[in-house]
């Protein structure tokens, strides 16, 4: 059982699983870790309330300031803008962004 899923059991239906196994709430999508670096700083309810407030594309911008990472070669410190395999927009955690194959060309 993943650590929004023991989450999902106090929300109300607001955190949920997708088809990927992402995490949704109330239509923001984040990766497993970047769901857990999100709450290491926040409660759910926290969160919650960051997307009520702004919805979910202004609160994931807001949790990608947040989760800047501050120093170069601090991976998964971060939160960046990504793509599900099915296309839609969702948060990763810096460590998940995989470099196109060219970048490892020498």
């Not at 407030?53 to 947040?66: F, I, R, T, V, W």
Request: hydrophobic residues 40%.
């Amino acid at each position: 059982m993943k650590i929004w899923e023991v989450h999902a059991m106090n929300s109300d239906g607001r955190i949920r699983t997708t088809a990927e196994g992402h995490c949704e709430i109330d239509g923001m999508l984040l990766s497993e870790r970047a769901y857990l670096l999100a709450i290491r700083d926040m409660r759910p309810a926290q969160l919650f309330a960051l997307i009520d407030d702004l919805g979910p594309q202004n609160a994931a911008s807001e949790l990608m300031n947040y989760y800047a990472s501050p120093e170069p070669g601090h991976l998964g410190r971060a939160l960046v803008k990504g793509r599900s395999r099915l296309g839609d927009p969702i948060l990763l955690r810096s460590d998940e962004v995989r470099l196109p194959a060219r970048e490892f060309a020498t």
